[in-house]
C-alpha cells in the first residue's frame, strides 16, 4: 500500500486498467493526437543495405541472382500507457464506445481530469 494516501485512493490506483477482457482477437484503441505517442520506437542500430548486384561475383554468374540484404536492430514499446487501451472484446461499437469512455475517464494523481486522454474529435 501507498503510504499517505486514503484507502479510497488506494481502490482507485488498483482498480485502473487499460485492458478489457475477452475471447476475441485482440484489437488497440491509441490516442495518436498528441506530441507525445503511445508507443516508441527505438532505432538501435543504423539501416545498413548491402547488394550482390556484380556481374563477375560468383553468385551472381553461377545462379543469375541478385543478393540484397538489411541489417538493423530496433525495438518498439509503450510509452504512455494511458494512451492506449486494449480488448479481447470483439470490435464492435457496443465493445469500441466503451474502450473511449475508458480513456476519457482517466484522472491524474490530483483527481482532475487529464490532460493526456482521448477526445471525441480523434475516435
Do not use: C
Not at 481502490?11 to 478489457?20: G, H, K
Amino acid at each position: 500500500m501507498v503510504t499517505g494516501t486514503s484507502i479510497a485512493d488506494q481502490r482507485y490506483r488498483r482498480r485502473l486498467s487499460n485492458v478489457q477482457s475477452g475471447t476475441a482477437p485482440v484489437w488497440y484503441l491509441f490516442d495518436a493526437s498528441r506530441a507525445i505517442k503511445p508507443i516508441v520506437r527505438q532505432e538501435r542500430e543504423n539501416y545498413d543495405s548491402q547488394a550482390v548486384i556484380a556481374p563477375n561475383d560468383p553468385h551472381v554468374s553461377m545462379t543469375d541472382q541478385y543478393l540484397y540484404d538489411v541489417r538493423t536492430r530496433v525495438d518498439a514499446g509503450f510509452e504512455l500507457w494511458h494512451l492506449a487501451h486494449a480488448s479481447k472484446a470483439k470490435l464492435t461499437e457496443v465493445n469500441y464506445d466503451p474502450a473511449g469512455v475508458a480513456m476519457q475517464m482517466l484522472r491524474g494523481d490530483n483527481k482532475r481530469g487529464s490532460d493526456l486522454m482521448i477526445d471525441d474529435e480523434h475516435q
